[in-house]
C-alpha cells in the first residue's frame, strides 16, 4: 500500500489571543531510492505520490536513459523505511548505470545526482530549439491558474508545483507537486514523457526559485520557455542563456521579469 503524501497532525495552537488544540494537515516525506538492475543510484527525500513519473522523469532528466521504452520494467515497493523504485533498464543498460553510480543521500531540493566533479555539475546544458513565441498574457493566466492545481498544497502549504502550460490550449496538460522543487519538475517530466507531450510548443511554471538543476532539466526536456515565481541564481541565469531558454522569474499577479531570450515573449510588460 501506498503512503499518502498528506498527513494529518495533531497540534496545540499558541495565539495571543489563547491556545486551542487541532489538528493540522502536512506535506509527507519519505526516502526514495532508485535502483536500476538492484542497484541504488540516488535516495530522494520527496512526497510519496506519482511516483512512477518520478521514476521516468528523474531518469530522463538525469540522462540515465534518453527515452520511455528504456525502462523495460519497473516496480514500486514500499518498505517499513521508505520507497525503492526499482527499475530494468534494456540493452545492457543496467551495467552503464552500475559503472557510474554513486549513492547520495538527497535533502528534499537536492537536484544533482550521481555528479564526480566540478566539471560535470557546469557542464554544458542541452540546446533547446523552439520557435515558440508566447504572450505575456499566458505567463499571467498560467500563474493565476496554477493555483487551481495544487491540492496538496492548498492543505499543507508545505509543498511545490511544476506545471506544463500550453499556449495553444490555454491550459495546463500537466501539473505535479512534491516537497522538493527538483522532484516536482521531474514527476512532471515523467508524465510528459508517457503522454508524448511535445514539450517544446509550452512553458514550464515553477513555484519556487530557479537554481541550475532546474534549468538542465528544463534544457533536457526541451522546454523553450521557465517562468517562476521566485528568483533565479545568477549561475541559473547564464546556463539558460546557453541553453536557449527563455527565462522569465519574479513572476507576481502584474508583473514578472525577463533574464534571458526575451524574444519569445511578445509584447512584455511594461515594468519600472
Known amino acids: 500500500m501506498s503512503r499518502p503524501p498528506i498527513v494529518r497532525a495533531r497540534r496545540h495552537l499558541v495565539g495571543r489571543s489563547g491556545e486551542a488544540d487541532g489538528v493540522r494537515a502536512l506535506p509527507e ?8 538492475g538492484r542497484q541504488t543510484y540516488a535516495v530522494m527525500m520527496a512526497s510519496p505520490a506519482d511516483l512512477e513519473d518520478f521514476a521516468l522523469g528523474f531518469s530522463f532528466t538525469e540522462r540515465i536513459v534518453r527515452s520511455a521504452d528504456e525502462i523495460e520494467e519497473l516496480e514500486i515497493v514500499v518498505l517499513p523505511n521508505g520507497i525503492e523504485l526499482r527499475m530494468t533498464l534494456g540493452h545492457d543498460r543496467d551495467a552503464e548505470v552500475v559503472a557510474r553510480r554513486r549513492r547520495i543521500a538527497g535533502p528534499a531540493g537536492c537536484g544533482l545526482c550521481g555528479i564526480e566533479s566540478l566539471e560535470a555539475a557546469t557542464a554544458p546544458p542541452a540546446k533547446v530549439q523552439s520557435g515558440l513565441k508566447v504572450a505575456s498574457g499566458d505567463i499571467f493566466r498560467a500563474l493565476a491558474a496554477l493555483r487551481e492545481h495544487q491540492p496538496v498544497n492548498a492543505q499543507t502549504r508545505g509543498v511545490h508545483a511544476a506545471g506544463f502550460w500550453s499556449p495553444s490550449a490555454n491550459a495546463y496538460l500537466a501539473v505535479r507537486e512534491d516537497v522538493g522543487r527538483h522532484n516536482a519538475l521531474d514527476k512532471l517530466a515523467g508524465t510528459l514523457l508517457r503522454n508524448d507531450v ?75
Open 198 to 272: 511535445a514539450t517544446g510548443d509550452g512553458m514550464l511554471v515553477l513555484t519556487s526559485r530557479v537554481s541550475i538543476e532546474l534549468v538542465q532539466k528544463a534544457a533536457v526536456l526541451g522546454c523553450p520557455v521557465l517562468a517562476a515565481v521566485s528568483v533565479p541564481t545568477a549561475l541559473a541565469v547564464r546556463v539558460a542563456e546557453e541553453a536557449g531558454i527563455t527565462l522569465a522569474a519574479i513572476a507576481r499577479d502584474d508583473s514578472f521579469e525577463i533574464f534571458t531570450h526575451p524574444e519569445r515573449i511578445g509584447s512584455p510588460a511594461h515594468v519600472g
Open 29 to 36: 516525506e519519505t526516502p526514495v531510492a532508485f535502483t536500476y
